[in-house]
């Protein structure tokens, strides 16, 4: 484990993991400077369903923005998955507005990293409705969800390349597949007991088979014609990370979005833990926003 600011305990002080402790020390911070030193000259942000940042002066200037918009932010790393130059990060921010509103969300961040330990490119995945609807802008009948507990240390999970890891990845794509088909009985059969299914985009998360059950019910049901296009399947440890590009149509409300019959292209992101052969923890990660502005909800309007 790491502490957010401090140096590495195990397992190794790789030059990621002291990037990944000094990002969190600086934006806690409010260093917008020393944040941005951790990118590389030319290095690439993309924020799917929002902007793309080139160079480290564009995310210095954006970094710099943000923190005056949310002066006192926080920013905490729960889990870092490292396998070679990639990094997958999953995240924690809590802040407040200049008049003292609190927002936070959580998102998951895959960075490729070169060698010595700056980020050259990052894929940010986060829900911009998620802070809208805490800070009222969705109106009060969209219930917001709560704001993250940020952890004190980071939980670090280094790839080994093993046969498990490998299954793991196949019982993934498996369990997505079954989700594209809308057969619930292949998808259920892959989810332990007690899992949890997080879907960033819904107030709280669907506990137990269930919830498994409930969730993809709603996602079934929602998007119309679903294929999901996996741009990338990792496995680390007893976990596996995805990047995916999901297209369908929106027939039923789906978070708080409202079914409009329209199709639809969004980049979603994955972190699934698995025990025995088992799905026993999903959280997805796809911006709100993107969905909104690909089915004609965007700027949303308050609902009553």
Known sequence: MITAGGAAAEPGGSAPTAALAEMARAVSAGDAAAYARLYADDAVITIHGGDVLRGRAAIEEYEVALLREFPGTQLRFYDAWLAGPLGVVHYGVNGRTAAGQAMGHEGLLFYRFDPRGLVLEERRYLDSLTPMAQLGALGAAVRPRALPVLPGSIAMHVATGSRQETGNVALVKAAL??????????????????????????????????????????????????????????????????ETVVRGTLRATLGPLRASGSPFTVHRAMAMEMRAGKVVRMMAFMNGKELAQATGQWPPAPSK
């Open 177 to 242: 597949a079954a989700v594209d088909a809308a057969d619930g009985k292949a998808f259920l059969s892959a989810v332990a007991a007690d899992a949890v299914v997080d879907e960033m985009i819904e107030p709280e998360p669907f506990a137990g088979v269930g919830g498994a059950a409930r969730w993809f019910e709603a996602w079934t049901r929602a998007v119309g014609g679903m294929r999901t296009e996996i741009a990338l399947a990792t496995g680390v440890g007893d976990w596996v990370l995805a």
